[in-house]
């Protein structure tokens, strides 16, 4: 074997090696590359999925909004009514006892004067 059969081996051996070298960049960056587009597209997916659950926390936080606002209202309504309500009941006690205080106080006039007629 002659030094150009053993230069022609090495480079075949040096060439195939580069070749499987560059493949294998090739294969690498073909993939990294599909990697960022598969990334980009689940960020676009999350994106549109995290707006759409946003969209529906916010009207899920109207819709109890509103139904605690109606929630308040009907309290206060309530609690009006219950100060009327007793407003009166206190209005009517003290007309009982104004007319309880009347009979006593013309009870002990009468008795006051049965005992000055005497």
Do not use: P
Not at 28 to 55: F, G, H, Y
Not at 65 to 81: N, S, V, Y
Not at 106 to 116: R, T
């Amino acid at each position: 074997m002659d030094w150009t059969q053993t230069l022609t081996i090495i480079l075949s051996i040096v060439g195939s090696m580069v070749a499987v070298w560059y493949a294998f960049y090739k294969i690498s960056r073909e993939d990294l590359a599909l990697t960022r587009q598969r990334n980009e597209r689940d960020l676009a997916l999350t994106e549109k999925r995290n707006e759409r659950d946003l969209a529906l926390l916010r009207k899920k936080f109207e819709k109890d909004g509103d139904l605690f606002r109606k929630k308040i209202e009907q309290d206060e309504k309530r609690a009006r009514e219950d100060m009327k309500r007793h407003d009166i009941e206190l209005a009517e006690s003290r007309r009982e006892f104004a007319r309880a205080h009347a009979l006593w106080a013309d009870l002990l006039n009468k008795i006051n004067d049965v005992k000055c007629d005497q």
